[in-house]
C-alpha cells in the first residue's frame, strides 16, 4: 500500500533513515564507530563500519551480569551468534567488561581500528538539545544530572569512563534520551510546582528520544506528509512511552521528570498520584529504597499480573491476573494517545515501534480496537502479517508500525562527529541553574 504517495529519497538499501537532527549522507570514509550502551550490570555494543554514507552495522552484543556471573555474547549483522560464554578476564566490573568486549571484537573482526565511540547517555538535563562530544568539562556537567536519573547516568558514564581510558584520543560523542524532548513547548515541559523548582531542573524531560530520532527520520523518508504532519510515536518495549510529533519534533511525551512517568511498563509503574507516595512514606513506613524497589522492579505488568514483565508471557497466560494486567496496559495506552492527539490539534498517523509495538499484533489490534470515531481503521490482514502499513484507507489516521534502532542513531552521532558536524557545546541554549 503507498503511504504518501511519490517520495522524493527512499529509503536506503539498508533500510535507514538517514535524515535526522544530526545526520546527514556525506560522512566521510572513516574506520570504525564503537557504541555502547553501559547499565548498572550490563554494556550493550554494536560495531559499524563507515564507509563515506551510513553507518553499516558489523556486530552487536552484549555483556550481562557484571561483576556476578558475567556472560557476552555477540552476533553478527544477520543475528547469528559468534560468541556465547564467560567474557575474558571476567568482567569485574564496567572496565573489564569493556576490554572483554574489545577483544572479542578483535576476534570476531582481525583487528581494526575504532575511530570514535558513541555513548547512549540517558540525561542531557535541560541544556542538551543534541549529541556532543565529550572531554573533561562536559563529563563533570553530565555528572551533575546523575541525581535526575541516578539509576542510569552513573552507569552511563562509567562506561565513556571505561571507553575514554581505553580509547585515549579517539573521539566520544554522548547521544541523551532526552535531547529529542526539548523543543517542548513549556506547558509541556512543567509541572505546576513553585518556579523555582522548573529553574532548579524539575521538568518533564521525556525520554525514548533515540527511538524517536529514528522514527523521525525513517518517516521522513517513506512518508514526508505524515512527517509534516501531527503524528504520535508509540515505543512499546520493556520501557514504554509515547511522542506527540509535529514536524518530526516532540511537542509532547507521556514519560515526565523519570523514566518511571506515563504508561505502566514491564515493572515500572507509569502515571501514578503523587498522593500514593505520600501514603507510603507517612503511612506504611516505607523507605525510600523499598519505594524505588517497587516503582522501578516491582510494578507495571510484573505487579498487575504477578507472573511476568514480559508481553510474550501474559499474552500465552490464562489467568485472570495477566489478562487484566494486558488490559490495563491496553487503556493506558487508549488513554494517553487520546490525550497526545488534543495536544497535537488533531492526529495524521499513529506508529508503534519497541518490541510489543512491533511484533504484538494482538496489542495495536487492541489498541486500534473501536477508534473508528478517532479516524483510525485497522486492516487486519495488514496487521497481522505485520505490514509497514496497518490501516485502511477508510481512516483518516495512518497507522503504521516501523522497527527502531536506537544503536544506529548513536552511531549516526559518532559518524557526524567524525566529519566536524557535531562538536562542542558552544551555540548550544545557555546552562540553565540545575
Ligand atoms: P527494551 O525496552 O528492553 O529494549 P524491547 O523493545 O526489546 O525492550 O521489548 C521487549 C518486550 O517486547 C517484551 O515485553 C517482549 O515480550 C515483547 N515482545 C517481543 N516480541 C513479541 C511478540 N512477538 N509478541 C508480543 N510481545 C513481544
Known sequence: MSMDGPT????????????????????????????????????????????GVEPR?????????????????????????????????????HAAALTAILSAVDDATRGGAIAA???????????YDRPVILDDAVIEELSAFSPFAPLHQPHNLAGVAAARAAFPGTPQVACFDTAFHRGHPWVNDVFALPRDFYDRGV??????????????????????????GRVVVAHLGNGASMCAMQG???????MGFSALDGLPMGTRCGQLDPGVLLYLLQQEAMSVEAIVDLLYKRSGLLGLSGLSNDMRTLEAATT??????????????RRE????????????????????????ATIRARVCEGMGWFGIELDRAANAAGETVISTSL??????????DEEWVIARAAAAALSGRIGSPAGMPDPTTI
Open 57 to 93: 552495522l558489523t556486530l552487536a552484543g552484549q555483556v550481562e551480569r557484571i561483576g556476578t556471573e558475567p556472560r557476552i555474547v555477540l552476533r553478527t549483522e544477520k543475528g547469528e551468534v559468534i560468541t556465547d560464554g564467560r567474557p575474558e578476564g571476567g568482567a569485574a566490573d
Open 248 to 254: 518530526g519534533r516532540s511537542v509532547g511525551s507521556t
Open 8 to 51: 522524493d529519497d527512499g529509503p536506503t538499501d539498508d533500510g535507514h533513515a538517514g535524515r535526522g537532527s544530526t545526520g546527514d549522507d556525506r560522512t566521510p570514509a572513516g574506520g570504525r564507530i564503537l557504541t555502547l550502551n553501559a547499565g548498572s550490570s550490563s554494556i550493550k555494543f554494536a560495531v559499524y563500519e563507515n564507509p
Open 203 to 228: 521538568r518533564r524531560y521525556g525520554f525514548h528520544g533515540l527511538s524517536y530520532d529514528y522514527i523521525s527520520g525513517r518517516l521522513a523518508r517513506l512518508a514526508p506528509t505524515l512527517h509534516a
Open 337 to 360: 494517545l487520546g490525550a497526545l492527539a488534543a495536544v497535537l490539534g488533531g492526529l495524521d498517523a499513529v506508529v508503534f515501534t519497541g518490541g510489543i509495538g512491533e511484533h504484538s
Open 395 to 404: 481512516g483518516r489516521v495512518r497507522v503504521m508500525v516501523l522497527p527502531t
Open 117 to 127: 565511540v558513541g555513548h547512549r547517555v540517558v540525561h542531557g538535563g535541560p541544556r
Open 320 to 333: 485472570r491476573e495477566a489478562a487484566e494486567a494486558v488490559d490495563y496496559f491496553v487503556f493506558r495506552i
